[in-house]
């Protein structure tokens, strides 16, 4: 048994943050209405084989973005949940929506407005970069910085505590386990 194995085995959703998270925090703005975020291609993967997995894939963020939405389409994330300054409130709605409870929920973020979340899911991150106060307070501190691979870093990890991170692969590349 793995040091995680307890808490992993609930896990049927994976949650995420967007800014500091899913993108290196940095907003870009072009003009006057544009707003640009940068992802990284393979924390896209990571959630690729999340839903690959059988998975729930979902955005919890503070912030409203065209670019999130976009993203999400792109990744096969069905639940998606913008300007949640409070973030606790949207992750109640979550939980209504989708019928699961907070052990069922792995959740990465990277500052203090994630905190009530982080404190209630069933398995909690950060990426490397997140603030001292939420990076003391996770189960799990990636080695990786938010939107250079803590994404896909915390998928691997779920997967390979699970036990199906063989499986996810063959999966996705036709090769047997």
């Known amino acids: 048994m793995t040091v995680f194995a307890a808490k992993v085995s609930p896990i049927r959703m994976i949650l995420m943050d967007v800014d500091g998270v899913m993108t290196d925090g940095a907003i870009t703005y072009e003009g006057a209405d544009t707003?640009?975020?940068?992802?990284?291609?393979?924390?896209?993967?990571?959630?690729?084989?999340?839903?690959?997995?059988?998975?729930?894939?979902?955005?919890?963020?503070?912030?409203?973005?065209p670019m999130v939405d976009r993203r999400a389409r792109e990744l096969s994330i069905t639940v998606v949940k913008q300007g949640f300054h409070t973030k606790i409130d949207g992750f109640r709605e979550i939980l209504a929506e989708t019928g699961m409870?907070?052990?069922?929920?792995?959740?990465?973020?990277?500052?203090?407005?994630?905190?009530?979340?982080?404190?209630?899911?069933?398995?909690?991150a950060a990426p490397a970069n997140a603030v001292a106060e939420v990076r003391s307070e996770v189960d799990y501190v990636c080695q990786q910085l938010g939107g250079h691979g803590a994404v896909r870093e915390f998928i691997d990890l779920l997967l390979a505590e699970m036990g199906i991170m063989a499986e996810v692969i063959a999966a996705l590349t036709g090769k047997k386990p």
């Open 101 to 124: 409870t907070a052990a069922q929920v792995a959740y990465i973020g990277d500052d203090i407005q994630d905190l009530p979340v982080l404190w209630r899911a069933g398995f909690s």
């Open 35 to 65: 707003e640009l975020k940068r992802f990284n291609i393979q924390d896209g993967m990571g959630i690729t084989m999340a839903v690959k997995a059988g998975l729930t894939v979902g955005i919890l963020t503070g912030r409203s973005s």
